[in-house]
């Protein structure tokens, strides 16, 4: 049976608002997700750089995507993604 | 059900009063809150910087903005929150 | 009696699509694996660097190998290899 | 209800007499201290630059800041506190 | 009782055939090997360095070598070795 | 009830003789130590410096300063010390 | 009552002969020794440098140096030493 995602961290561009508590609270209520956690990079005038790491089951990536879309913010890059029944963080070089 | 805010690492510019012990006790009063740490990271002639962490379950953040302005405290950059009912801590790079 | 491969990291290089979240999922389909994490290592206009770490129990490399051909992407080396009913990680120097 | 503090961490200048185990039984007899750790940053011909980590349960400030005035120590900067019934430790950036 | 290798770290210089998950296997199915792990150090034209970390009990040294041997792989140094009832770790300087 | 010393880390300069397994064997048999760890730091032609760690119970620092005394050690400086029920490390900066 | 040594670092020159896996062999037989690693630190024509790693319990000195003797290995120092009935690792600077 196919394996859904079970964690994810993306590079994301967002403005200001809304700020990384209501967007955590935003992304928190998509399903399959059990944890979101957002740190801030970087600020610049109108924009924020921030690394977003999703925990949970089966994550509804378009839910996601959408979501993300809705706040404004846009994902840069997808920089780790695990998906199985065990899940494998990412290893060091 | 939406989640609420379980983790907040804020970088803050304080005056010199109230210190750390008093303003890390009126955070610890805050609905949600089961824990504080303040970290000192520069002191100048009449401010200080600090880095506050605060854990909890359904952090009431309208609750602790208005006591950070009670005791003279601004937010320069909420630095890295986690929602969710599983806590996800910071992904380093 | 011979004992599968339990881990593999591979450094693999991959157009854009599929992208790591659709990657990862037909890896975390084939016979023997328990779990897939791709991270970006560094992107170009038209591919990618990733590193991909794989555990299972008796990894079926042939359909590894098929899938990653499927998807266009290209195995640069096998950067690291477990097997054995004990799983030994990498030694650091 | 109000927590106490449950973890100091201080920068302090002493006079080399109390020595450090003197000090330290001293400030671990104060009300609220479970266990006391003192370690030396910096030796000059007259005082020491130590670093005075206190853990305990509602600690009571007062009695430590006579204690260390007694012991001809003064408390440079609180570099980090934590308060509540979850202690947290200092996030690192 | 005299007591058997446990762990073994060899320094390894291999032709590009057998592939690492290949030598690994023929490794794991050595008498008194329970797992074995192979890094990648370094690739050139015909040949690669491998760092070889084998764990086990009582591991028969005479077979891996002739397994070495067989594979065409030369070892350049033993790095580390385990010997004892209790598996000690190397210990950093 | 006044709480003994935990934990003692000893900056010290000694002769060759007695040596690390002696001198270490000696101090183990103070009243209060629970285990004792001597590392070397550097060698001279006559002395040596050594870093000393001592934990215990209620360690007696008088005959632990006697110990050393007989051993030709002499103390430059008492780098840590922890005291309390609770036993607590060093903070690092 | 006397406590025995528990922990041995050693920093050793020795011949390529006997080689690692046999040298940790002979000290894993001394009376008192649990377990015992070796790692290469540095190869030189007709010697090696290693660091030898001996735990146990009242490891017997006496045997463990007229081991090494018989192998024509010379201890260059005792880097680490621990005794008592809590063994206590190295203290970090």
Redesign the interface.
């Given at each position: 049976m196919?394996?859904?995602?079970?964690?994810?961290?993306l590079d994301v561009l967002k403005p200001h608002e809304p700020?990384?508590?209501e967007l955590?609270?935003r992304?928190?209520?998509i399903d399959g997700?059990?944890?979101?956690?957002?740190?801030?990079v970087e600020?610049d005038q109108d924009t924020e750089s921030v690394?977003i790491?999703?925990?949970?089951d089966r994550i509804n990536?378009h839910n996601l995507k959408d979501t993300m879309k809705d706040c404004g913010a846009s994902i840069h890059?997808?920089?780790?993604?695990?998906?199985?029944?065990?899940?494998?963080?990412?290893?060091l070089?």
């Open positions: 196919e394996q859904g995602v079970r964690r994810l961290v700020d990384l508590p955590a609270t992304l928190s209520c997700v059990d944890g979101v956690n957002i740190s801030l600020i690394r790491t999703v925990e949970g990536l890059s997808i920089d780790e993604v695990s998906v199985g029944k065990k899940l494998i963080k990412k290893t070089t």
